[in-house]
Nanobody, 124 residues
Framework: QVQLVESGGGLVQAGGSLRLSCAASGRTFNYAMGWFRQAPGKEREFVSHITRSGGNAYADSVKGRFTISRDNARNTMSLQINSLKPEDTAVYYC???????????????????WGQGTQVTVSS
C-alpha cells in the first residue's frame, strides 16, 4: 500500500512563492509521481510529473514558474512554485503511479494513489 502526504500549502500574495512537498511511504520504487490541482467548481487538472530517473513534464499554464523535483533516497517529491497568480489557487494533490509503458502520467486516471491535498490560496 502506498501512502502520500502533502505539506507546504498556504496563503500567499500574487507574485510570491511556495514550496510543496510530498512524502511517500510504501513500495514506490520506480513509480512516477505527479502533482495535480483542483480549483473550486473545476475538474482536477494535471500540473507536473516526474519519473524516478528525473524525466518530467509540466502543464503549459505553469511552465517557467513551477519546478518539480524528487529525492529517491528519501522518498519525497517537491514542487517549487514561483510567481504565483490568483488563478493558481487550488487544492494541490500529490499522486503516484507504477510505470506503464504507454502512460503519459498527465491523466488523473493513470494514478491509483493520491494524497489528501494541500490548499494553496493566492491573493491579488
Amino acid at each position: 500500500q502506498v501512502q502520500l502526504v502533502e505539506s507546504g500549502g498556504g496563503l500567499v500574495q500574487a507574485g510570491g512563492s511556495l514550496r510543496l512537498s510530498c512524502a511517500a511511504s510504501g513500495r514506490t520504487f520506480n513509480y512516477a509521481m505527479g502533482w495535480f490541482r483542483q480549483a473550486p467548481g473545476k475538474e482536477r487538472e494535471f500540473v507536473s510529473h516526474i519519473t524516478r530517473s528525473g524525466g518530467n513534464a509540466y502543464a503549459d499554464s505553469v511552465k517557467g514558474r513551477f519546478t518539480i523535483s524528487r529525492d529517491n533516497a528519501r522518498n519525497t517529491m517537491s514542487l517549487q512554485i514561483n510567481s504565483l497568480k490568483p488563478e493558481d489557487t487550488a487544492v494541490y494533490y500529490c499522486a503516484a503511479a507504477p510505470r506503464y509503458t504507454s502512460a503519459t502520467y498527465q491523466l488523473k486516471g493513470e494514478y491509483p494513489y493520491w494524497g489528501q491535498g494541500t490548499q494553496v490560496t493566492v491573493s491579488s
